[in-house]
Structure formats: structure tokens, C-alpha cells
């Protein structure tokens, strides 16, 4: 089975503080990827990263950086410095090469940011 | 403008009506999805297409139909059998098989 474990519901930060979004999975799949979604109150989903089971570096992107770490079975998310405009829903998502045709979303994080 | 686009972006029906949420992409991808979102909780899949005239159900497909004769097109049946409609509901496309998927702005379907 397919599982992703967002276990923050909600992080409240005050601008220019880091916060770290936490995101456990579960698979049996030797081979799969890893995405992170961004909702903002607007609705859309944005793609943020794809990361797959064979690249463990860490990425950084401006103020986004990700750590992947297989022996934990986890893909972390930190924004740096966060803006109001980071206020947003965001998703970490899996999808398995056994089952291609599923991307299994986590539940959520609620990113408030107060100025 | 490449992308998908969803209509309507709200939606209000009567209980016992059924409605369609249309789905339209642009961007020739083959496989399309649609997603369901209630409050306080994740995408939970409805239905998906990986090439025209073919469609899989997916993990909450009661209720809902589909059909896929165009692969630009993806509209999405609420049917009166759908206990709990009431909801905000996703489109996406996938691309090739890296299973990155773009969404649309999604519909909003309140029953009244």
C-alpha cells in the first residue's frame, strides 16, 4: 500500500522565520517519485519539485530547499526567510512505478504567514 | 494560453440534479485526472484516463461518471446518487511518466 503523511495541519510563522513542512511515505516500490504541491487560496495546484527515489540531494530553489532521505522515508520542505505570500496549502504527493497512475497526495499543510 | 481550464468555477445545484464539470487541455497530454477536495483534507482520486475511450475508476468512484472522446476533453458527471457532492473538485493532466500532473483552477459544487 500507498501511503503520505503530512502530520502538520497547520504552521503559524511570522515573516522572515524559517519553517520546516514534514512529509513521511510509504511504499513498497523500489522506484518512485516524490512531488510538492502549493495551493494558494486561489484554488490551483502549483508543481513546486519531483524528486525521484534514486536522487537523494537535497535541492535548494531560492528560498525552497528539500531534503530527502530515504532511510527515514521522508521528504522535508523548507521555506527560508518566509513571506506572506508563502501563505498556502501545500502537498507532498507520491506516485509509485508499480502503479503509475496514481499520484497519492498527503493531506495537507496549512502555511500561514503573518507580516 | 496552454494549460487546462475548468467550468464553471462555481456550481450550485439542487439535491437530485445531476451536473457536469467540464475539463478542457491544451496541452496533449494523454492521461487525465479528476480529483476531489473536501475541507481539512487531501486530493482524493474520482476517475482517470490514460487514452481516449478508456477511463479507470479510482479510489472514490461512486456516484460520478465520465467519459473521454476527445483527448483534449474530460468532463466530469455528478450524479444524484452522489450522497455527498459538495465539494471542490480538480482536473489534471498528466505528463508522459513522471507522473507530474498540471491542475486546472478547479469547480466549486455546492448542493443546496
Known amino acids: 500500500a500507498q501511503k503520505v503523511t503530512q502530520a502538520q495541519t497547520e504552521i503559524s510563522v511570522v515573516e522572515k522565520e524559517d519553517v520546516t513542512l514534514d512529509c513521511v511515505y510509504e511504499t513498497r516500490d523500489t522506484t518512485y517519485y516524490l512531488f510538492w504541491y502549493k495551493q494558494p487560496p486561489s484554488g490551483e495546484l502549483v508543481f513546486l519539485i519531483r524528486?525521484?527515489?534514486?536522487?537523494?540531494q537535497n535541492e535548494i530553489s531560492g528560498r525552497y530547499s528539500w531534503n530527502f532521505q530515504k532511510s527515514t522515508s521522508s521528504f522535508n520542505f523548507t521555506i527560508t526567510a518566509s513571506q506572506v505570500v508563502d501563505s498556502a496549502v501545500y502537498f507532498c504527493?507520491?506516485?509509485?512505478?508499480?502503479?503509475?497512475?496514481?499520484?497519492?497526495f498527503g493531506t495537507g499543510t496549512r502555511l500561514q504567514v503573518f507580516p | 494560453d496552454g494549460g487546462i481550464t475548468q467550468s464553471p468555477k462555481y456550481l450550485f445545484r439542487k439535491e437530485g440534479q445531476n451536473v457536469t464539470l467540464s475539463c478542457e487541455q491544451n496541452l496533449n497530454h494523454d492521461a487525465m485526472y479528476w480529483y476531489r477536495q473536501d475541507p481539512g483534507q487531501g486530493l482524493r482520486l474520482i476517475y482517470y484516463?490514460?487514452?481516449?475511450?478508456?477511463?479507470q475508476k479510482g479510489d472514490i468512484a461512486e456516484g460520478y461518471s465520465v467519459s473521454r472522446e476527445k483527448k483534449e476533453s474530460f468532463p466530469l458527471t455528478v450524479t444524484s446518487a452522489q450522497k455527498n457532492p459538495t465539494a471542490f473538485y480538480l482536473c489534471?493532466?498528466?505528463?508522459?511518466?513522471?507522473?507530474?500532473?498540471?491542475f486546472g483552477e478547479g469547480s466549486r459544487l455546492t448542493v443546496l
Open positions: 504527493a507520491l506516485l509509485g512505478l508499480y502503479n503509475t497512475d496514481k499520484l497519492i
Open positions: 484516463s490514460q487514452i481516449v475511450n478508456d477511463f
Open positions: 524528486r525521484n527515489s534514486f536522487d537523494e
Open positions: 489534471a493532466a498528466r505528463i508522459s511518466n513522471t507522473g507530474e500532473l498540471f
